[in-house]
């Protein structure tokens, strides 16, 4: 699982090509998730990095089933990310993921990031966070656009309560140097949001 998780209730499918098993979606946009947290698809600050390894993966999953695809390309827009993912072939698992969004039956997507820079927003059930500078990770394609926010959030409002979790959790890597965090979680917060 990673240090952030954000599965935008906007993202679509926009196109399908059967033949190569590809599908053309917004994996994120600037509205609002359902937390009031708004990532700024500008901020997107390593996207040629993400590109070397671009895996997409099956609701976030890392370790209990394989990547289902990769990501041909990414285009960020004033508004969205929108991304090609070509589904892995002769893998009966992708393929009955990419016959899921072929048959519309599947819509959805998430980023999996790491917050750069970040500011409190008010919302409606509570603060949120506009997220303008971030790192993508993966994104993945997930069956039900929940929201679980940032996880270090969560971790900070109480939202994760499995204590096997939150241990998990402070096994994360937080940089591309792969410092693990093992900062108190409202440590963590307070260098990252101005």
């Known amino acids: 699982m990673d240090p952030s998780i954000r599965a935008d209730p906007t993202a679509a499918t926009l196109t399908v090509d059967a033949g ?5 979606s917004v994996i994120t946009s600037d509205q609002p998730d359902r937390s009031g947290d708004v990532v700024v698809p ?6 040629e990095e993400f590109l070397l390894n671009p895996v997409v993966l099956w609701a976030h999953n890392r370790s209990a089933v394989p990547p289902i695809g990769t990501c041909s390309w990414l285009d960020i827009q004033p508004h969205r990310v929108v991304a090609e993912t070509r589904f892995a072939q002769s893998v009966p698992f992708a393929e009955d993921v990419f016959r899921l969004y072929e048959q519309r039956v599947l819509k959805g997507w998430s980023i999996g990031f790491i ?5 409190r927003i008010p919302h409606r059930t509570g603060d949120g966070l506009r997220i303008d500078q971030w790192d993508l990770l993966e994104y993945s394609a997930v069956p039900i656009p929940e ?5 270090t959030l969560a971790i900070q409002k109480g939202w994760v309560k499995d204590h096997t979790l939150r241990e998990w959790l402070s096994g994360v890597p937080d940089d591309r140097g792969g410092r693990w965090w093992r ?3 409202a440590d963590v917060m307070q260098e990252l949001v101005c």
């Open 20 to 24: 190569k098993m590809l599908v053309r």
């Open 42 to 47: 500008a901020g997107l600050r390593n996207a």
């Open 115 to 119: 917050p750069r820079k970040a500011f």
């Open 147 to 151: 929201n679980p926010g940032a996880l």
């Open 183 to 185: 900062a108190h979680p």
